[in-house]
């Protein structure tokens, strides 16, 4: 591609951009297609020879986004959100246009400055103490492993990297059972194995683990010689919003001198609003927090920030300075700048902070804020319409707003069947998009309000779909 060509093609496809998301209404949610359909239309071999650009852009039309499920679409309800405000549509277009590699200071110092500055934006922004300093990861499955590697060094005496861990005691960790599938991952990854994953039981209207056998369990495994290293506490689980009571969990952590990681990945965003803050009371005590700016805040995929108290302990982790990676005339993340590479694990790092400084500055935080006060408000209403309806009802109650519910007219006997069917009719039909949990070991469904795009006149629609829907189950 020649530069005017490059022109050519980056105001077009920019116009595409804003095309289709004024379009998005039109679209169905989730992509209509069997698998195989798209691979079928797709050649076999690689071109020997250029083709032109106009009949790629028409493939990628014709063949690429039919095969698309459509995640900026205001009636997304499904899973979490994964955001992507349109100004930070167009500040990755400036970052992929320049195309850094921001691993070091020196490879970018404004990548590395402006992430600086953005996360301390956004934990102001958060409530969080000035204790706090952070760095931006791909994913939160990342800054868990980061931070289940740093409770396992730090138990270990920062041995572990060296040793391995066949010559230590079992490091154990503690989770609810709520808690995301990340942690099980983690666990894996950092070779301390699911048997030394203990899972709390949850108890209560958040789905909370109990403080008093997170304890016994901690008390039980030190007694039989195992090692326990940390605790990762839940604000806003994936299935139904399971909240742990950070404080109370933060209060075990400290009198048994445990690392306690705080995945917020989903819920941290609403922190931004004062009167949710108390979905987190006792953060502040945590050794780390993760939240996705990429789920609910609007920052396009991926932007995950991760809080840690004390950087010095992510970076006895995680840090190696080989020569090739020495920055010249600076003493690297210990002296005058930050290489956020050695508090990650990938080394090579995206310009991911300018998407976030764009958003916030574009919306103004009360923006944002008004945004994620009308999602929890709108679903509040819609699980209420819901529970209304005599054959439905809620299974789980709006945590922000993420609710689940269940089909259940009189008579019905498989109702886990019934509700699979509904929800299939509901995303082949493609209006709306909707997933599915378990509840009580039950099928249910899972409804969240969190589209940037979405109007209150989407939420009252889905309400419109649904009830259609199951009534016409009923028919069959
Ligand atoms: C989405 C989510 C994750 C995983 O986030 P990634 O950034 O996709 O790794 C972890 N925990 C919770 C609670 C989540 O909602």
Same mark, same amino acid.
């Given at each position: 591609m020649d530069s005017k060509d490059f022109h050519h093609w980056s105001a077009r496809t920019a116009e595409w951009g804003a095309n289709y998301r004024d379009g998005l209404r039109e679209r169905p949610v989730r992509a209509q297609v069997r698998p195989g359909d798209i691979a079928r239309q797709l050649g076999d071999t690689p071109p020997d020879t250029a083709e032109a650009m106009e009949a790629i852009f028409a493939d990628f039309e014709n063949i690429i986004v039919p095969g698309m499920t459509n995640w900026q679409h205001p009636r997304f #309800? +499904? =899973? #979490? &959100? +994964?955001? +992507? +405000? &349109? %100004?930070? %549509? @167009?500040?990755? =277009?400036? @970052?992929?246009a320049i195309g850094a590699q921001c691993m070091l200071w020196q490879t970018s110092p404004a990548a590395t400055e402006l992430e600086t500055v953005t996360l301390d934006w956004l934990r102001q922004a958060l409530g969080l103490p000035e204790t706090f300093t952070g760095v931006i990861q791909d994913s939160a499955s990342s800054a868990t492993l980061a931070a289940v590697l740093t409770m396992r060094e730090r138990a270990l005496g920062w041995q572990g990297k060296q040793s391995g861990l066949a010559v230590h005691p079992a490091?154990?960790?503690y989770a609810s059972d709520q808690a995301h599938s990340s942690i099980d991952r983690a666990i894996w990854i950092s070779g301390i194995g699911e048997d030394n994953l203990v899972r709390i039981p949850v108890t209560g209207p958040t789905h909370g683990m109990d403080p008093a056998a997170l304890e016994a369990a901690i008390v039980r495994d030190r007694q039989a010689g195992l090692l326990p290293a940390g605790i990762i506490a839940n604000v806003g689980g994936t299935s139904i919003g399971a909240t742990d009571d950070v404080s109370a969990v933060c209060d075990v952590a400290r009198t048994h001198d445990l690392y306690i990681h705080v995945d917020a990945a989903w819920a941290g965003s609403a922190m931004i609003c004062p009167e949710f803050r108390h979905f987190w009371a006792g953060v502040e005590q945590a050794d780390s927090v993760v939240l996705n700016p990429h789920k609910w805040l609007g920052a396009q995929f991926d932007c995950s920030t991760h809080y840690v108290r004390d950087p010095e302990s992510l970076l006895k982790t995680l840090a190696i300075r080989p020569e090739y990676l020495k920055t010249s005339g600076s003493a690297g993340d210990s002296g005058a700048v930050i290489d956020y590479s050695e508090r990650s694990i990938p080394l090579g790092r995206r310009f991911r902070a300018l998407k976030l400084w764009f958003l916030i500055r574009a919306h103004g935080l009360d923006g944002l804020r008004t945004m994620i006060r009308n999602h929890v408000s709108w679903a509040e209403a819609l699980a209420e319409r819901i529970a209304a309806e005599p054959d439905f009802e809620i299974t789980s109650q709006p945590m922000l707003s993420l609710f689940s519910f269940r089909y259940k007219p009189a008579g019905a006997d498989d109702l886990d069947a019934l509700n699979q069917r509904l929800l299939d009719a509901i995303n082949d039909d493609g209006r709306i998009y909707l997933t599915q949990t378990r509840v009580g070991g039950e099928f249910v469904t899972r409804f969240q309000v969190g589209s940037f795009a979405g109007e209150q006149a989407d939420v009252a629609f889905a309400f419109d779909v649904i009830r259609e829907m199951a009534d016409g189950l009923g028919a069959d």
């Amino acid at each position: 591609m020649d530069s005017k060509d490059f022109h050519h093609w980056s105001a077009r496809t920019a116009e595409w951009g804003a095309n289709y998301r004024d379009g998005l209404r039109e679209r169905p949610v989730r992509a209509q297609v069997r698998p195989g359909d798209i691979a079928r239309q797709l050649g076999d071999t690689p071109p020997d020879t250029a083709e032109a650009m106009e009949a790629i852009f028409a493939d990628f039309e014709n063949i690429i986004v039919p095969g698309m499920t459509n995640w900026q679409h205001p009636r997304f #309800f +499904a =899973y #979490f &959100p +994964a955001n +992507a +405000a &349109p %100004v930070s %549509v @167009v500040a990755e =277009y400036l @970052v992929s246009a320049i195309g850094a590699q921001c691993m070091l200071w020196q490879t970018s110092p404004a990548a590395t400055e402006l992430e600086t500055v953005t996360l301390d934006w956004l934990r102001q922004a958060l409530g969080l103490p000035e204790t706090f300093t952070g760095v931006i990861q791909d994913s939160a499955s990342s800054a868990t492993l980061a931070a289940v590697l740093t409770m396992r060094e730090r138990a270990l005496g920062w041995q572990g990297k060296q040793s391995g861990l066949a010559v230590h005691p079992a490091v154990r960790i503690y989770a609810s059972d709520q808690a995301h599938s990340s942690i099980d991952r983690a666990i894996w990854i950092s070779g301390i194995g699911e048997d030394n994953l203990v899972r709390i039981p949850v108890t209560g209207p958040t789905h909370g683990m109990d403080p008093a056998a997170l304890e016994a369990a901690i008390v039980r495994d030190r007694q039989a010689g195992l090692l326990p290293a940390g605790i990762i506490a839940n604000v806003g689980g994936t299935s139904i919003g399971a909240t742990d009571d950070v404080s109370a969990v933060c209060d075990v952590a400290r009198t048994h001198d445990l690392y306690i990681h705080v995945d917020a990945a989903w819920a941290g965003s609403a922190m931004i609003c004062p009167e949710f803050r108390h979905f987190w009371a006792g953060v502040e005590q945590a050794d780390s927090v993760v939240l996705n700016p990429h789920k609910w805040l609007g920052a396009q995929f991926d932007c995950s920030t991760h809080y840690v108290r004390d950087p010095e302990s992510l970076l006895k982790t995680l840090a190696i300075r080989p020569e090739y990676l020495k920055t010249s005339g600076s003493a690297g993340d210990s002296g005058a700048v930050i290489d956020y590479s050695e508090r990650s694990i990938p080394l090579g790092r995206r310009f991911r902070a300018l998407k976030l400084w764009f958003l916030i500055r574009a919306h103004g935080l009360d923006g944002l804020r008004t945004m994620i006060r009308n999602h929890v408000s709108w679903a509040e209403a819609l699980a209420e319409r819901i529970a209304a309806e005599p054959d439905f009802e809620i299974t789980s109650q709006p945590m922000l707003s993420l609710f689940s519910f269940r089909y259940k007219p009189a008579g019905a006997d498989d109702l886990d069947a019934l509700n699979q069917r509904l929800l299939d009719a509901i995303n082949d039909d493609g209006r709306i998009y909707l997933t599915q949990t378990r509840v009580g070991g039950e099928f249910v469904t899972r409804f969240q309000v969190g589209s940037f795009a979405g109007e209150q006149a989407d939420v009252a629609f889905a309400f419109d779909v649904i009830r259609e829907m199951a009534d016409g189950l009923g028919a069959d």
